[in-house]
């Protein structure tokens, strides 16, 4: 990629130098604060019954003075309430960033509904007991009352940045679960699973044959086996111990069981080997988190070429939104290197990432190379979204996997 500083083009570029550094940054320390189980009180009954009191006496004070916004309510002071204290004990010290985020992130957190969740097909009918079968154990997670978490995938902000979509419950809520070790994303039936699930379980091309990449806790197989015009499942799972548990303690549960076979096999090698055609419709979903961006642009490499063979990809924004943070910090890097030039300096080579994220940056660099970034509009354009959706959409996409035998790779930059 190369940045062409013109006069225009060099301001607008100054004046959101915050904002690209916030992307990295701010929203790293976000995502981390909430990982590690951030409440805005301390859950107990009388902490929510306190925080109720709290968000109700504001209300009624507003409507007192005939001052209650246009569509504000009780839920909506508790959503703008959890999202301050979140930024005001994040330990970031930005506060730039907190008031570029501040106003949409309380306008995308939200008081999520424990009935709704715990009537959800599956959460209801699905009796999860507590077995293991190797290193996986089928469990219970739970959130505490007031605990904040993504209820669905990132929101898109402005010039690569995002903005979590985060939510709370107002009681303890238990969640079905796979524990898989510390250091490993948990297969789940979260909210966010859930939600993220839901553009797939009612896609108008989920019919006839189907084929599931990703077994996860059993969820999508599940909802998708409630379908009328869905005649039969394969599941294809690589762990043997999560297919082993979901066959022998999940699957007997479902009211549609014979629709269902599972294979312990691995996903990507299996729609290698695979006929287009054979199956109607297939939903890729063999990753826990949008951080595994190596397995999905293998399994993208091969859903491009398919035809007959209709395919989804489970979080697919989410694993998007991680290549354009990558793909921003390459904009930067070129952005840099253009002011150098003009001073006849030197700078640093580019900060490549360890491992598989090192390597998929490179790729997405070798894609992005002859782009030429000579003014805003194409600078918003390169970092969207639509741009990486559509330059990964090509049927002559070749992506090779990550290999940890060849050791770190050459600089290209």
Not at 17 to 39: I, P
Not at 115 to 134: L, R
Request: net charge negative; hydrophobic share 35%; glycine share 6%.
């Amino acid at each position: 990629m190369k940045v062409v500083l013109t006069k225009n083009f060099r301001k607008f570029l100054e004046d959101t130098d915050g904002l690209r550094d916030l992307s990295v940054n701010f929203l790293h320390q976000m995502l981390s604060t909430v990982d590690r189980g951030f409440g805005f009180t301390d859950g107990s009954p009388e902490a929510v019954k306190e925080f109720d009191r709290m968000c109700k006496a504001a209300y009624d004070d507003l409507r007192k003075h005939d001052d209650v916004p246009e569509g504000m309510t009780i839920n909506s002071i508790k959503e703008t309430f959890a999202s301050s204290v979140l930024l005001e004990n994040m330990p970031c010290g930005d506060q730039y960033g907190k008031s570029q985020f501040g106003g949409l992130l309380a306008a995308l957190t939200m008081v999520c509904d424990a009935d709704e969740y715990n009537n959800d097909p599956f959460i209801k009918n699905i009796h999860i007991p507590h077995v293991s079968s190797g290193n996986a154990t089928l469990t219970h997670d739970k959130f505490h009352a007031h605990e904040l978490f993504e209820y669905e995938g990132m929101a898109p902000c402005s010039w690569g940045t995002f903005v979590p979509r985060l939510g709370f419950f107002e009681e303890e809520v238990q969640v079905p679960s796979i524990d898989i070790g510390p250091n490993s994303a948990w297969p789940n039936a979260t909210p966010s699973t859930i939600n993220t699930m839901a553009l797939h379980v009612g896609s108008d091309n989920l019919s006839g044959r189907v084929l599931a990449l990703g077994c996860g806790i059993g969820y999508f197989p599940y909802m998708a086996s409630l379908k009328e015009n869905v005649e039969s499942i394969v599941v294809v799972e690589a762990d043997p111990h999560i297919a082993a548990l979901f066959t022998e303690h999940i699957l007997p549960q479902f009211q549609n069981k014979e629709k269902i076979h599972v294979t312990v096999f691995d996903p990507v090698q299996y729609l290698q080997e695979m006929e287009d055609g054979s199956f109607d419709y297939c939903l890729a979903a063999p990753w826990t988190s949008s951080l595994e961006t190596d397995l999905y642009l293998q399994i993208k490499s091969l859903g491009n070429k398919l035809r007959k063979t209709k395919i989804e990809y489970w979080m697919e924004s989410s694993l998007q939104s991680s290549l354009l943070s990558g793909l921003a910090v390459d904009m930067e890097h070129a952005r840099q290197k253009a002011i150098a030039l003009e001073k006849h300096e030197t700078i640093p080579g580019f900060p490549w990432a360890s491992g598989a994220a090192g390597h998929v940056q490179r790729f997405i660099h070798e894609l992005t190379k002859k782009e030429v970034v000579d003014g805003r509009k194409k600078y918003e354009d390169i970092l969207s979204i639509e741009y990486v959706d559509k330059m990964l959409s090509s049927k002559k996409l070749n992506y090779v996997a990550y290999d940890p035998a060849n050791g770190q790779e050459e600089d290209t930059v």
